[in-house]
């Protein structure tokens, strides 16, 4: 089978206007609950999608840890690819794509950084490993061998046996906060609904749908 005749019709479900919640968030959080209900395995995984200094686009796989409201958190390094990219321009795209149900989610808006405690509270919340990784990965750069990395624990290892775990001041968490939020429910034939909440300047949700 040549790659351009790999394809699926999407049958699952369908998504009206009339069914969809008026404030996004809570609609995110139906499909949410669902998402989990149906045993998705890595069902916070997420794209991030973000822009470098000069211009050009990277995308990559990172993990929601918490939404509400206010917008969806997750946590790197500030100081990798991405927490550059951040620093020079906060505007970023997630995208989740839950493929048993034949459904993405599409957010854009403003990633912020979370406060100090909410990063100490999820960093130590962590398993000891994860810590320790996030102290000892200088995460992006480049490195001669794993052995650095090997090394690199080894140190912290023994560092932290004499004093407590904290959090290092390089690691923490984004909020992004959303001005889009597009459901995506798969369709035959291609004819997939699409679902735009798009924030206006009185702070209202406006509701459209969009051809696929």
């Not at 405690?117 to 995460?139: K, M, T």
């Not at 775990?165 to 001005?179: E, F, L, N, Q, T």
């Not at 995506?184 to 509701?207: A, V």
């Amino acid at each position: 089978m040549s790659i351009a005749d790999i394809r699926k019709d999407y049958k699952k479900a369908f998504l009206s206007e009339k069914d969809v919640h008026s404030s996004p968030v809570t609609q995110f959080g139906q499909w949410w609950n669902e998402a989990v209900a149906a045993e998705i395995e890595e069902v916070n995984a997420m794209t991030l999608a973000s822009v470098a200094p000069d211009g050009r686009p990277a995308a990559r796989i990172v993990l929601l840890k918490g939404y509400d409201k206010n917008g969806f958190v997750f946590f790197t390094n500030y100081l990798s690819r991405k927490g550059i990219e951040l620093n020079a321009h906060p505007e970023v795209s997630l995208l989740f794509f839950w493929k048993e149900l034949e459904r993405q989610v599409r957010i854009e808006g403003k990633a912020v950084k979370v406060s100090n405690l909410e990063s100490d509270e999820y960093f130590l919340s962590r398993p000891l490993e994860s810590q320790i990784g996030a102290w000892a990965s200088p995460q992006s750069q480049v490195i001669e061998s794993r052995d650095i990395l090997e090394e690199n624990m080894q140190q912290v290892r023994e560092q932290f046996e004499q004093t407590p775990m904290k959090r290092p001041p390089h690691w923490g968490g984004y909020c992004v906060i959303p001005d889009k939020i597009e459901f995506w429910q798969g369709r035959p034939g291609r004819l997939h609904d699409r679902i735009l909440y798009s924030l206006n300047q009185q702070g209202e949700w406006k509701l459209e749908r969009l051809a696929p």
